[in-house]
């Protein structure tokens, strides 16, 4: 390329492709997610959530939820958007609950006959208020098809993954997401094997699609030890049944 117009156009195209591409895919933007780090820590052990501890700060809840209300999420990258709306998922379902709290005993209870919890427009995001299903169906599961994404976010109730006692970050996502997927799958009080029958959680069914309609197989990849050597050795002939699902609340 030596005439010096070939050069002067070939740079100047490829400026004009590098500011084309999106934000998010080179962004070191990052949402400061350290009121609700403190938060967590203080009121979530071992998966328990203390809610009126959560009730007694209400006030710092809703500091950092404004936090979440003003980040421009197109200004971050793929992973700090995915944990973005893991954590405002999770943060304004407990807000959801203090709002009713003491008197919960299940998120359930927060709905109404025409409408469940999970459609109250409640979360302030990018300018709009959306639901919490909004979130998971219309935002985390589209777009980052990512089945981890069912072991991290929590809807308030014992059968469900637990909210664990940090915000996911984008910077260990990838880390955060596998933890909670084997922590979950490895629990014999949430999942377990009898014989050749693999009894599992309800969300395996609910979302079949999201785990390609192969339980077994999603096991295997998170499974360990003698659970993961038992569903190798039998994975023919393991038959999946489904678990009742607890709805009471996972508080204290």
């Given at each position: 390329?030596?005439?010096?117009?070939?050069?002067?156009?070939?740079?100047?195209?490829?400026?004009?492709?590098?500011?084309?591409?999106?934000?998010?895919?080179?962004?070191?933007?990052?949402?400061?997610?350290?009121?609700?780090?403190?938060?967590?820590?203080?009121?979530?052990?071992?998966?328990?959530?203390?809610?009126?501890?959560?009730?007694?700060?209400?006030a710092r809840l809703d500091q950092y939820l404004r936090v979440l209300e003003n980040t421009d999420t197109k200004e971050l990258s793929r992973n700090e958007q995915f944990a973005f709306y893991v954590n405002a998922d999770n943060a304004w379902t407990i807000k959801l609950i203090v709002s009713g709290y003491p008197g919960v005993k299940s998120i359930k209870d927060l709905g109404t006959l025409f409408k469940s919890p999970w459609k109250k427009k409640i979360c302030r995001i990018d300018g709009g208020i959306i639901t919490l299903d909004d979130i998971e169906h219309n935002i985390l599961r589209p777009r980052f098809k990512d089945p981890r994404v069912h072991f991290a976010i929590n809807c308030a109730a014992k059968s469900c993954p637990p909210l664990i006692s940090e915000p996911y970050e984008g910077s260990k996502l990838d880390e955060q997401l596998d933890a909670s997927?084997?922590?979950?799958?490895?629990?014999?009080?949430?999942?377990?094997?009898?014989?050749?029958?693999?009894?599992?959680?309800?969300?395996?069914?609910?979302?079949?699609?999201?785990?390609?309609?192969?339980?077994?197989?999603?096991?295997?990849?998170?499974?360990?030890?003698?659970?993961?050597?038992?569903?190798?050795?039998?994975?023919?002939?393991?038959?999946?049944?489904y678990l009742h699902y607890d709805w009471s609340l996972n508080g204290k």
């Open positions: 390329m030596k005439n010096p117009r070939h050069l002067l156009l070939f740079l100047m195209i490829s400026c004009l492709f590098f500011l084309s591409l999106p934000v998010a895919s080179w962004s070191t933007e990052q949402v400061d997610h350290s009121l609700y780090a403190a938060l967590l820590e203080k009121y979530v052990k071992r998966g328990a959530v203390d809610y009126q501890g959560f009730k007694n700060e209400e997927a084997r922590a979950f799958l490895n629990n014999p009080d949430r999942n377990r094997l009898e014989g050749n029958t693999l009894y599992v959680s309800k969300i395996f069914k609910w979302f079949s699609d999201d785990f390609n309609n192969d339980v077994v197989g999603f096991f295997l990849k998170y499974a360990v030890g003698k659970f993961k050597e038992t569903l190798m050795e039998n994975r023919d002939k393991i038959k999946v049944k």
